[in-house]
């Protein structure tokens, strides 16, 4: 490692965590670590001897962590996690008696409707009947289909 903050000796280089994965839609991003590679998901690294969070690819969250089978998974779990998503307008939504589009995956129901001129969506986990329903309108109802993927995602990472 011979660019960027690797060459800089106050910079530590081992001993950091990664505290979040963020998927930034496509590679519009360079690592904060190595000033070189552009990356597409960023694992935010954070160590107790540096001020700030950096945004780092894969490779270098591997050398900073010293575990670089650990940055590889959760690299492929945020590749798969994207082509889910990619694949989630194309699934096939069912039309509900009240005309809102719905579709079950994975134990949870989602409804997408319209309200107005604007579009709002519910998930609802039927094992355990929590339920999120969106705050803020979106635009379009594909925007809404998307925000709830995510909504999916996030009720499954916090076992809701």
């Not at 990619?86 to 079950?104: E, I, M």
């Not at 925007?143 to 916090?158: G, T």
Request: proline share 3%; glycine share 6%.
């Amino acid at each position: 490692m011979t660019t960027g903050k690797w060459r800089q000796p106050d910079v530590p280089h081992r001993g950091w965590t990664c505290v979040d994965v963020e998927d930034l839609g496509e590679p519009e991003a360079v690592c904060e670590m190595c000033e070189v590679q552009e990356i597409r998901f960023a694992h935010h690294m954070e160590h107790q001897d540096y001020p700030t969070t950096l945004r780092c690819g894969c490779i270098c969250a591997g050398h900073m962590e010293q575990d670089h089978a650990r940055a590889q998974d959760r690299d492929a779990a945020m590749r798969a996690r994207a082509k889910r998503k990619d694949k989630w307008l194309d699934r096939k939504w069912r039309t509900s008696t009240a005309g809102n589009a719905y579709l079950n995956d994975g134990g949870y129901n989602v409804v997408v409707f319209q309200r107005g001129e604007v579009w709002g969506f519910r998930v609802l986990n039927r094992e355990t009947d929590d339920e999120l329903i969106a705050r803020k309108p979106y635009l379009t109802e594909d925007a809404a289909m998307l925000r709830a993927f995510d909504a999916i995602e996030w009720m499954r990472s916090r076992g809701r």
